[in-house]
């Protein structure tokens, strides 16, 4: 019984301190998601909506790429994101503010790298369910250039 009760002990005390880091995931519409746990996440779109679970339950369910952010929890990510610095979260090492800056900087250049693909493209498409090329009319066409405009500055911020 003695050893239940360390053994209990032993998993709070572990799952707490790997709870008290944040991480950062994109889903399927490019909005940037901020997550306390490391556990797998699986994305989906359906009929313009976007799904989320921590199962692939869907055939076109993709897990997400959880990029580490920084030790602490989202409360501290929110008041740094609300502090003076703006660029330091509560906790932060100088080493982990690097990696976390080089990780922003990769995601804004491959952002700007898509917006400019888009942006120089003669004509936008999107591939059918046949594998089939559908192009987008003019309006379609900058309404995906305004909204991957926005997601690159919000990555790039």
Known sequence: MQYLKFILLFLVFCCGSAAADVWKWVDAE?????VDTSTSIFTW???????????PDHEDAVAVQLVWVSKGTLDAKDSADNSSDGNAFEGETPEQRAVREDEEA???????EIYDSYKNA????????AGERE?????????TLDETKSKMDDLCK
């Not at 490019?30 to 901020?34: C, D, P, R, Y």
């Not at 779109?45 to 199962?55: A, H, I, L």
């Not at 990769?106 to 700007?112: D, E, G, P, Q, S």
């Open 135 to 143: 192009y987008l009319s003019e309006k379609a066409a900058q309404a």
């Open 30 to 34: 490019g909005k940037t998601h901020f």
């Open 106 to 112: 990769f995601y804004c250049k491959r952002a700007t």
């Open 122 to 129: 003669p004509r936008l498409y999107r591939t059918n369910d």
């Open 45 to 55: 779109m359906e009929d313009g909506r976007v799904f989320y679970s921590d199962t």
